[in-house]
């Protein structure tokens, strides 16, 4: 709801299985994505999006408890973009997802009112 009342369109699920299936459907542009998902690690979730046609460019961000240098590289391999640990700091998730908003909408004179962003 804090996402959405800012101009995101969300989409949420509760297990890997289900969150790749959302994102084929949804094709979403930033995905936050927890690392101890059940039913799939977000290790592997990330990868598997990776995979999806349309999902190459999707900014994936880990979101975790563990921020071990370990855990960061394993992430980052598994074709993560950003790393938060919980609690995520809103102020730096808002300015992630205000810079993919902007690299959506290209130069200003490229810009358009009906972009979208996730």
């Known amino acids: ?15 890997g299985p289900s969150a790749l299936t959302l994102a084929e459907a949804f094709q979403p542009h930033v995905g936050l994505l927890d690392l101890g998902l059940p039913g799939m690690s977000g290790f592997e979730l990330a990868m598997r999006l990776r995979a999806v046609p349309g999902l190459e460019h999707v900014r994936l961000v880990a979101v975790t408890g563990h921020g071990s240098d370990a855990v960061r590289a394993e992430a980052r391999a598994s074709g993560f973009d950003e790393h938060f640990l919980k609690p995520v ?9 205000e810079a993919a908003r902007l690299a959506l909408s290209g130069p200003p004179e490229a810009q358009t009112s009906d972009v979208a962003a996730s």
């Open 1 to 15: 709801m804090l996402l959405e009342d800012r101009g995101h369109v969300t989409g949420v699920a509760v297990d």
């Open 89 to 97: 700091d809103l102020r730096a998730l808002i300015s992630l997802l």
